[in-house]
């Protein structure tokens, strides 16, 4: 609780529950063990490698898997007590390894650690691990499970019928499964866009030329060695970088995930207004507290919460798209402090959408409110009359129903005299006479309901 209370940002302290699963892939300690793993991975390569006339026995090849096996948070805390001397991190990581080699009497391999490496063949392979393990164990699992949410409610309420409004104003019925469909639909469209982005990695030296590679064994073919080193992380190697890898993927996926936000937020505005409207009733929680001056209030502090954490988490992402694929020359490091908040920007997008979960849950949908908006609004059925009117080939058609409703309050009754005068097809008039704005929802339960198969 205590450092709950002394935490700088909501993430590690108010929010903590909810962002707990994100240190398992994104923190100081995580970034460290990913670059003992990538050097440990690059030394064992080097052993493959014939040119270098290299030998390994087997329990020597099993101290070095140990070494990144067994890394841990005391591990760690050696690699900050070298970097408090060296002031710099890869370069502690290098040293860390050089005495765990030592103390496992293996040292004679110490000239092979980071051999040809600049830190950035090694971070940008440790970020792209972690980068791409927070897409794929966090961000993406917990939006699917609001998809999957969505789509249980889209089908519940497939067929329950609601007023819609456009610019504020009632509308052409729709229904609450529909309209919850749309979401569903949207949000599944990037979800399924991210699934297939892959995270660019690069590993050839200084500037990208292999230039201390290639002086040192030349005829070794560097290229196809680097490629598959990268490749063998999960990610898609990219030949052409200065000295660093140039995050354009990297922007290009938070692009993604951006635009995937918005919908959410869209979302959660959309149910903060149907709240405020009374479509949905809020489950009343023993205990919970809405206003400290006001006893009945129970607010939609879900969605507002999913919308606040859901621009934090864009501004975050809009900052790293607008710098990160931009270094001055081979080289400058403004990327590798920005980089280092990757991990909250994800916080924040998971805290939006697990709110958003949680205000969904506790969401039923007040028919009665519904229905009585859907009678009290029979003024929308003059979409559907003027529209059989032209199918009748009546002149004026529009002009004619505009003349009827626009601005005024008019009964059903009085719609239906109105009809029972029209000279039409009696088939078109008996449709529009048992015509209410309760069944004129058009195909929005056939919509709401195959959904999951469109997407």
Known sequence: MEEML???????????????????????????????????????????????????????????????????????????????????????VEYYINEKLKQNHMEKYNYLVHFACTSEDINNIAYGIMEKELLEKVYLPNVTNLVELLEEKANLYATTAMISHTHGQSATPTTVGKELSVFVYRISRFLNRLKQEKITGKFNGTVGNFNSHFISYPNVDWLKIAKEFVEGFGLEYNMYTTQIEPHDTICAIFSEM???????LDFSSDMWMYISRNYFIQKNVKGEVGSSVMPHKINPIHFENAMANIKMANGIIQIFIDNLPISRMQRDLSDSSMLRNIGSMVAYSVIAVKQCITGLNKLEVNKNKLMQELQNTPEVLAEAMQTILRKNKVENAYEIL??????????????????????????????LLELTPQNYIGLASSLAKSVKKKI
């Open 6 to 92: 002394l935490n700088i940002s909501p993430i590690d302290g108010r929010y903590k529950e909810m962002t707990q699963e994100i240190k398992s892939y994104f923190s100081e300690y995580y970034l460290m063990k990913n670059r003992v793993i990538v050097e440990i991975e690059w030394l064992k390569e080097l052993f493959r490698i014939k040119e270098f006339g290299l030998e390994i026995s087997k329990k020597e090849l099993e101290v070095l898997e140990k070494i990144a096996k067994e890394f841990d948070i005391s591990e760690a805390k050696r690699i900050k007590e070298i970097e408090s001397i060296t002031k710099h991190d890869v370069k502690a």
């Open 258 to 264: 951006k635009l995937l936000n918005n919908v959410v």
């Open 402 to 431: 505009k003349h009827l409703t626009r601005g005024k309050q008019i009964s059903l009754q009085e719609m239906r005299k109105f009809i029972q005068k029209l000279s039409i097809d009696e088939n078109d008039k008996q449709v």
